[in-house]
């Protein structure tokens, strides 16, 4: 046993190093540099500055901003693609033929890689050539320039995100809908419960576990949303729709300030962290 046990732990050791140094590594030079005023272009002037590029970040009132579209996206997002995909999966699943070509198509725009969505829109929200606008038009409205416009440049983002990972939610929480034991309805039914209690007492509780998955996952990925708005609007019209990854891009690879964007991603770390751990701290409650 006992050789055994040295035998699994020699063999799983190259991939703990690897994983330790593509982990661990990133992360301690990250946290290391964000106590310092590290500039790329002034490498010589490095110097330990403590909690100074946190406290400037903040009180930025471009970060504070940029915390604020973040959590507001995330927020509309999560809610619309769980409510939406909990509806899409409740139709598809009452569907007695043809489920699995409906599957399929539901879940072609999350296989897309999201620069490939976001050039799409582009072009689809373009104000001169776009197909929304020419649609607008053949009915008498004027063209809107979507993604230049305060009123509609977030929002413009957010239904694009929603289009691409709808289907993701749905493909959990459906996959969640197919281990309910059709027992239970059953025996609701016989007892008299119509199909609102029949959803809210056995269908809801036997996929709570995928719906809390899809708010935790979505939760996390909506944060660190970059591609999107670095491609259709790069944080504006005004900040409008500047996120926390986009302020740390621009001061970490535009103006080469490592040391105040690793402040940045440190700061982001800790949200996702406060989020994740909300979802592991309910898990444990469940078992």
């Keep these: 046993m006992k050789q055994n046990k040295k035998f699994s732990y020699l063999m799983s ?24 005023n590290f500039n790329m272009l002034k490498p010589k002037t490095l110097k330990f500055i403590g909690l100074s590029n946190f406290e ?15 959590l507001k996206f995330m927020v509309l997002a999560v809610i619309l693609e769980t409510g ?11 569907l007695t033929k043809d489920q699995k070509i409906i599957r399929t198509l539901l879940l072609l725009p999350v296989v897309l890689p999201p620069v490939t969505v976001a050039l ?35 929002y413009c983002i957010l239904v694009i995100d929603v289009w691409q990972y709808m289907p993701f939610a749905f493909l959990l929480i459906y996959a969640s809908l197919q281990s309910v ?7 609701a039914q016989i007892d008299g419960a119509n199909a609102f209690h029949r959803f809210w007492y056995i269908t809801i509780p036997n ?15 909506s944060i660190r949303l970059f591609d999107k708005v670095n491609i259709l609007t790069r944080g504006g019209p005004a900040n409008t729709t500047a996120t926390i990854t986009q302020y ?15 402040a940045g991603a440190i700061v ?9 751990s909300l979802y592991v701290k309910r898990a444990f409650q469940r078992n």
């Design 120 to 154: 799409i829109w582009r072009i689809m929200l373009s104000n001169n050539y776009g197909i929304i606008n020419k649609l607008l038009e053949l009915i008498g409205i004027a063209p809107v320039s979507w993604l230049n416009d305060v009123r509609t440049a977030f």
């Design 13 to 36: 050791l190259p991939t703990v190093i690897i994983l330790a140094f593509l982990t661990v590594f990133p992360l301690g030079y990250t946290i290391y540099y964000s106590f310092t």
């Design 181 to 187: 034991p059709e027992s239970q309805y059953e025996a």
């Design 56 to 70: 400037k970040i903040l009180a930025d009132s471009y970060f504070q901003q940029a915390l604020l579209n973040t």
């Design 207 to 221: 996929i709570m576990g995928g719906i809390v998955l899809v708010i935790l996952l979505r939760s996390i990925d």
């Design 84 to 94: 939406i995909g909990l509806l899409v999966a409740l139709l598809v699943n009452s």
């Design 248 to 262: 740390i891009y621009n001061y970490g690879v535009g103006n080469y300030r490592i040391g105040f964007s690793s």
């Design 268 to 276: 982001m770390t800790l949200i996702v962290l406060l989020i994740s």
